[in-house]
């Protein structure tokens, strides 16, 4: 390519996308951008194998505000994300999230509700009959509780957000390439240029590491460590013959969640540590479905015990295995190399305020919206985990 970028962002997906959108749109960053995105398909993308989450119900208040701040872009979508007259027209099924306690953990959930509405989020505490005469298909055994987002928490189709995105950011003059980062090139303190698998070297100004599973990866051609990693997730899809009013996104004290998705159902867990190694194979495994998944799900909604499994997909995650929090913003002794990685599962939601936010850091040098200075990479160099107890 022979070519000098002012800023060179390494992955295309809803990060790297919402950051070429928010400094070429609204932060109005005068210089030229490029993107470099190994798969233009997106075929395999963390984004287009999400499950499009969006939900204020975290421990961390920086996390409940980046996503009340996506449950508004995305609401809104059509009047930023047009491009000559066309809209995007994202859906956004705001049926909520529920998230279910034992007595175990009932504790917890009262100090993230406080959190929660603490920043104004739309959430309410539900005791065990509360639930079932809001929820009359919910077994309350073994429940002391439950949280319900009533308002901003639901779902949205993340292939069509990436796509929206990515189409406003090129018509905004942001160029798109289909390669791969293999090299950096370093000068001092600082990245001179980037080497692209097929297209030669480029200069850069700054970096943006938007890789989400191969973030940690790509860090480390700059001789940069940062603890993301792959991990797989698997999201099964099934049938259900008694149909359920208006069920939100369930999470059961165990971990296992499920959702409406079209006429069915979709659902997962995340497994067991010692069995979550570091992967980037999407090969499917039902060993999770048939053992802990679907005997979790019919003791929790009864009408699930007569279910018929339809299909199944596997997904990374962008796995910070610090803290499962984003890590945003510039690496302290490379400053021209930025981070936008390190999600792990709640990135879909959070993509238009953290791009927004480490755009701002790009063109300002600070934050000027939302504060993020938390998730910085200086908690990274101290090991200082910021804990985020909400994790899916």
Known sequence: MGKTFDVVIVGGGVMGSAVAYFLAGPVGFAGRILVVERDASYADSTTARSV???RQQFSTPENIRMSMFGA????????????DGEAPGLPFVENGYLFLASPAGMDVLRHNHA????EKAQVMLLDPGQLVARFPWLNADGLAG??????NEGWTDPHALLQAFKRKARSLGVTYVQDEVVAFRRQGARIAGASLKNGGEIGCGIVVDAAGPRAGAVAALAGVELPVCPRKRFVYVFDCRTPLQRVPLTIDPSGVYVRPEGAGFICG???????DPDCLD??????LFEDVVWPTLAERVPAFEAIRLARAWAGTYDYNSLDQNAILGPHPELPNLHFIAGFSGHGLQQAPAAGRAVAELVAHGAFRSLDLSRFSYDRIARNEPLRELNVV
């Open 115 to 118: 959190v929660q509405r603490a």
């Open 52 to 54: 499009g989450g969006i």
């Open 146 to 151: 439950g949280s319900f987002g009533f308002a």
């Open 72 to 83: 508004e872009f995305v609401r809104h979508a059509d009047e930023h994300l047009s491009v």
């Open 269 to 275: 867990v995340s497994p067991p540590e010692d069995q």
């Open 282 to 287: 999407l090969d499917l495994d039902y060993r």
